[in-house]
């Protein structure tokens, strides 16, 4: 079986400093552990050790791109939009998480993304 994973996908344009793309980052790992809770996707990922892998997009964009690819392959997948006290507008999304999920069904949408 492949190992199951949470891959987080964050924007890169938004000027971010690594503080506030570690919130953004750790906001979209709890969200989409909370929603799929129960899962057999959940169970796997929680016994082996809640790999994540933090990928990067250029823009907007392409983020929307990433996401309407994980939702079209039927892959959980939960967008941050930020509250806008910081760094960024409120509203702005600045990244997503998708899965967990089998590492083979992650490498279709999100394999040709480069490491954060």
Same mark, same amino acid.
């Given at each position: 079986?492949?190992? %199951?994973?949470?891959? @987080?996908?964050?924007? %890169?344009?938004l000027g971010m400093?690594?503080?506030? @793309? =570690? =919130?953004?980052?750790a906001h979209a790992a709890v969200g989409a552990a909370l929603r799929n809770q129960g899962t057999a996707a959940?169970?796997? *990922? *929680?016994? =082996?050790?809640?790999?994540k892998v933090v990928l990067k997009v250029a823009d907007e964009d392409t983020l929307g791109l990433v996401v309407a690819a994980a939702a079209e392959a039927g892959l959980p997948v939960e967008v941050i939009?930020?509250?806008g006290r910081t760094q960024v507008a409120a509203g702005t999304a %600045?990244?997503? =998480?998708i899965g967990p999920a089998r590492h083979d069904a992650l490498q279709p949408v999100t394999g040709a993304l480069s490491l954060l």
């Open positions: 079986m492949s190992e %199951t994973r949470l891959v @987080i996908v964050v924007r %890169t344009d400093g690594k503080g506030k @793309i =570690a =919130a953004q980052a959940f169970a796997d *990922w *929680w016994r =082996a050790g809640q790999p939009h930020d509250a %600045t990244c997503a =998480a």
